[in-house]
C-alpha cells in the first residue's frame, strides 16, 4: 500500500470519504450513462437514496453494495479479502519438509523371479 496515500485517507473526515465514495458511485455511473432512476430500480432502492448515496449522505450499506453490483463495481470489494499470509518460521518448516530426491519404494530392491525365458 502507498503509504501517502493512506496518510491522505487518515486526514480525511468521514464526511468527505463518504462524498468521495459519493462521487465514486456517480462518476461511474454518468459515463455508463445510466439514469438515477435506472440504477435505482435495478437495484431495488429508491431514487433518493441513490441521490443521498452519491451526494455522500448516509446509507445503508446494503443500498452501496446493490449499487456497486449494479455498475458492476464489486471488483472494489476485493480490498476486503483477507488473505492468510505464512509467517518466516512456516514457511522454514513447510521448505524443511519438501521432498529433496525420489527415494526408492521399500522392498522394490528384491531380485524377481526368473521366469526362464
Not at 437495484?43 to 433518493?48: D, E, K, L, V
Not at 472494489?76 to 519438509?97: G, H, N, R, T, W
Amino acid at each position: 500500500m502507498n503509504d501517502k496515500s493512506y496518510v491522505e485517507w487518515e486526514a480525511m473526515s468521514d464526511k468527505s470519504l463518504m462524498e468521495t465514495i459519493g462521487n465514486f458511485i456517480q462518476s461511474h455511473r454518468l459515463n455508463q450513462n445510466i439514469s438515477q432512476y435506472q440504477v435505482a430500480a435495478n437495484a431495488g432502492i429508491s431514487r433518493s437514496t441513490l441521490s443521498l448515496l452519491e451526494r455522500g449522505e448516509k446509507v445503508r450499506i446494503d443500498s452501496l453494495i446493490q449499487v456497486l453490483r449494479v455498475l458492476n463495481l464489486l471488483y472494489i470489494m476485493d480490498v476486503f479479502k483477507i488473505q492468510e499470509e505464512l509467517s518466516p518460521i512456516e514457511y522454514a518448516k513447510l521448505k524443511k519438509k519438501e521432498r529433496k530426491q525420489a527415494s526408492p519404494k521399500k522392498g522394490s530392491n528384491r531380485i524377481k523371479d526368473d521366469l526362464g525365458w
